[in-house]
């Protein structure tokens, strides 16, 4: 870690912590539209948007390991989970334009994603299309100066709150089915598009169903050439290095389950004298350390080649970074217990408000539930592994 570094962890530590909002609570569930907007405003307003976005464009022009010591620092503060909401403004969307898009969709754009004023949301996933991804259907034709939408994608997180979605659609059937697909934007208020919410095993919402009937798209809201948006799809997976492993995000968990330990009441004493406790926790935490090196190490080669191509390594960090945040979700489960368990028989009943005591206690099972996402978005675990048996060990 270099002077510099060190020197712009500290900054973005001390600013989240005069800054992180207390309300809602860290973690605490979904928030509202607004809520996602005034934190990304404030973050804009304090330098923090942009990190590693070049200098021309209005970025910091910083590189991708600033960019996670922010992700780390974020998580470290317990800075509000909608996060993700700024994330694929900033990592997916604002680079992409950056790298292939107009000069007047640079113009309109990037200004607005830099100073947090827009959500975006991910269109890409389909029934269907999911680590198959080439296969999706929804389908793009040309008519005028417009593209007609038809179609559905599935599981696009924060489209309920989202302003645009960058999306991944079918031009052309003929050849083989990487060449047919298109990369466009679309402002999410165009007449014929209708998000219908999924509610997720954590009982939030938190991603979604998104309809195309007749959707007219503008031809200028195209990324680069017709039927070559599988490359720009491939770009933006390269993107997706930067902050993948969320190792800030299972250390914040394990902090807190350390906490918690050592008031919940275990036997005679608490939790954290059990040593077989304090044993698992030591195990979690060597492994974490050890990703967040190979982190360091992916990023600096990747960097050191200055290539966008998806690194087949991030795999690792993929497959890693998910099983460790799932680690730490159930460490917290187990530090909860019981007290975990949404038993309350009076509002089963139908009397009264929910009562559960601790407080703390209350978003352990709902957190840990919808941790078993993290090794299925952006790729499944399984489909990682495909990716290093083939591209990193020649099998
Ligand atoms: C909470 C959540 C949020 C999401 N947010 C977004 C979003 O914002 N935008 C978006 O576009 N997508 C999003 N996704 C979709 C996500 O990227 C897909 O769910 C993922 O790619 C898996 O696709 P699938 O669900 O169609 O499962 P499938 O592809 O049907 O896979 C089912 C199972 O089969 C396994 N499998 C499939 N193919 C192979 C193979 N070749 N070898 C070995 N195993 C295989 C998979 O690993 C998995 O276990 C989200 C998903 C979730 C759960």
Known sequence: MTAAMSTFRREARQWLEANTPTEPPPEDGPASREYVLAWLR???????TGIAWPREVGGRGLSVLEQIVWFEEYARAAAPSPLDASFVGLNHAGPTVIACGTPEQKAFHLPKILAGEVIWCQGFSEPGAGSDLAALRTQAVLEGDH?????QKLW?????????????????????????ITYLLIDMRTPGLTVRPIITIDGYHETNEVFFDNVRVPVVNRIGEENKGWDYAKFLLGNERSGIARVG???MRIRHAKELAKRVPCGDG??????????RVAAIEVELKALEITQMRVIAES????????????????IKGSELQQLAAELLLE???PDALPLDLDFLRGVG????EPDWALTIAPNHYFARHVSIVGGSNEIQKNILAKSVLGL
């Open 42 to 48: 404030k973050q804009a307003r304090g330098g923090w």
């Open 147 to 151: 593209y007609v939408i038809n179609g």
């Open 156 to 180: 696009t997180s924060t489209a309920h709150h989202a302003d645009w979605m960058f999306c991944l659609v079918r031009t052309d059937a003929s050849g083989k089915k990487q060449q047919g």
């Open 249 to 251: 995000v299972s250390k």
């Open 270 to 279: 608490v939790l954290w004298d059990d040593p077989r406790f304090r044993e």
């Open 303 to 318: 960097s050191a080649r200055g290539s966008h191509a998806p690194d087949p390594k991030t795999s690792i960090l993929k």
């Open 335 to 337: 530090v909860a217990g």
């Open 353 to 356: 408000d929910p009562v559960r």
